[in-house]
């Protein structure tokens, strides 16, 4: 299985910076896509960044200019930066990442996301 654990949540003031980390760890899967997403209180989750292997970043609208999504592979650490933040970017915000691994000797694979405990990021004076 593979576990997920977010850091660098906590309160800032607006206009300020987080760094939000993730560390993946655990086997059996190979890891092709991570992302963080968000949840306000009486909110649905959204996607906030991606990263694919090998492919383009994506972000939501509302945080392109703004946040800035990394990875580091050789520490298996997935990271988001969050400058100019706004009482809007409050949330819980969660570590996801998709993969696959063969399950049978014909090579059928299997899919799966995993996700983080999340981290909480308020943005107040």
């Known amino acids: 299985q593979v576990q997920l654990v977010e850091s660098g949540g906590g309160l800032v003031q607006p206009g300020g910076s987080l760094r939000l980390s993730c560390i993946v760890s655990?086997?059996?899967?190979?890891?092709?896509?991570m992302g963080w997403s968000r949840q306000a209180p009486g909110k649905q989750r959204e996607l906030v960044a991606g990263?694919?292997?090998?492919?383009?970043?994506n972000y939501a609208d509302s945080v392109k200019g703004r946040f800035t999504i990394s990875r580091d592979n050789a520490k298996n650490t997935v990271y988001l930066q969050m400058n100019s933040l706004k009482s809007e970017d409050t949330a819980v915000y969660y570590c996801?990442?998709?993969?696959?691994?063969?399950?049978?000797?014909?090579?059928?694979?299997?899919?799966?996301?995993?996700w983080g405990q999340g981290t909480q990021v308020t943005v107040s004076s």
């Open positions: 655990g086997s059996g899967f190979s890891i092709d896509y």
């Open positions: 990263i694919p292997t090998g492919g383009t970043t």
């Open positions: 996801t990442a998709r993969g696959s691994k063969i399950v049978n000797v014909e090579g059928a694979r299997v899919r799966r996301e995993f």
